[in-house]
């Protein structure tokens, strides 16, 4: 690719993140690109609909797949979402007719990543995405570009803004998980409809996108294990900070052996581990790779201003002749996936619903031990007065999963056993062992 005099733009979609994009690109002076980066045609759902910036000046699309196919485009921005429909059919539109393309959009990267970056190789027109994770956090690019020269071990994320703020604010306001979620949606903070962002859905696309760049392999949804947070009790933030823990929703891709696992979870960590302290709608992520060492990277992962910074540093990159294979090298260099289900060793945080009665410890400690599982530490809040049931929770010593679930099911069967065990990993704060320093 060779630097361009300029760059003809398409954006389809208009909406948080593509009138951002316009207003940073369309000011009285261009704060980037110098008058080289050039909108010229634009697509959205509704044309009449009153819009922050002007688009009288622009070729107006009502199907962003014409304006994917119109020939005088170099750079199609896709900023519509979904994993499918019109979004998909744009972005292959333009790079069948090797145009470049730029997206925020990960659910369709993780969906799809793979058949695009196939197209992609094909006719030479690039695909970039540095919004897709993180916002205007740039970890795309860096785990691409900068740590190109390291082996990444493990990468772990908060990389959903509206599961960290409701984490945070139960924390803080002491409030429960359907109020915080109620007033998010009120101030628009969560969606309608929050599924993608609450059930892990959002992370996992991101985390499933950043494995594949980071472990050389081609992106693979179906194996990330997902989990959200609808199930977070306030008893659990309460009770994981008296034993000097915060929960977080993790999203996390590991190196075991030759494999790799990918998890969003729910997970405690030591208020001295990096990411304890990331709170509110910011996100964060944290690398350890060999041998740069370990890396952290906290910024804004929304809102249009961070979101169109990304997007028109990638517009700035193929300007500039700049960007390369999708995932960070040629398709048939990338491992089939990066799959695994290796056993799971670790430390556990377990919470309890029990009947207030004499022995039920001692119970709950027998299961345990019958897996041959250490306690590390046990906690029982006083029962409210004329409550019939009171939460207690543990930690384990490092222990197997398998052996845990094994001890969960046994103590599930314990008469004075109210609900079934919460099991949450520990995140250990140290950097993964693998290290050359
Ligand atoms: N919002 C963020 O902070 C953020 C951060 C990182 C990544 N992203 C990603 O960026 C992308 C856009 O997000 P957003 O928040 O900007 O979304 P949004 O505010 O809902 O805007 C979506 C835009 O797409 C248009 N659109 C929807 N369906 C369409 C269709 N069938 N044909 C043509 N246009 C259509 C809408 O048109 P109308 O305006 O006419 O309704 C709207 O302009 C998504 O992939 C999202 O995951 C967003």
Redesign the pocket.
Known sequence: MSQKKELRIGI???????GGLLKLLEGPSPRVGGGRLKVVAV????RS?KRDVDISAYEWFD??VDLAAKQDIDVLVE???GSD??AKKAVEIALKRGAHVVT????LLAMHGEELAALSEETGGRILFE??VG?GMPIVKAVKESLAGSLVYALSGILNGTCNYLLSEMETSGRKYEDVLADAQRLGYAEADPTMDVGGFDAAHKICILAAIAFRARPDFAHVGIEGVEAITLDDIRLAGKLGYRIKLVAKAERIGEAVSLHVRPALLAFDHPLASIMGSLNAALVDADPVGRLTFIGR????GP?ASAVAADLMDLLEGRGGPAFGAPLGELAPAARAQPEERGRFYMRLIVNDRPGVIAAVSDCLAKEKISIESFLQMPAAPDAPTVPIVLTTQPCARVALDAAAKRIESLEAVAAPPRIMPIEETDAHPHFWN
């Open positions: 389809a979609g208009l909406g948080v993140v593509g697509s959205a759902r509704n609909r199907d962003p900023l519509i979402g429909g019109p925020a959009n990960k659910a919004a897709a916002g992962g929304a809102g249009a979101t």
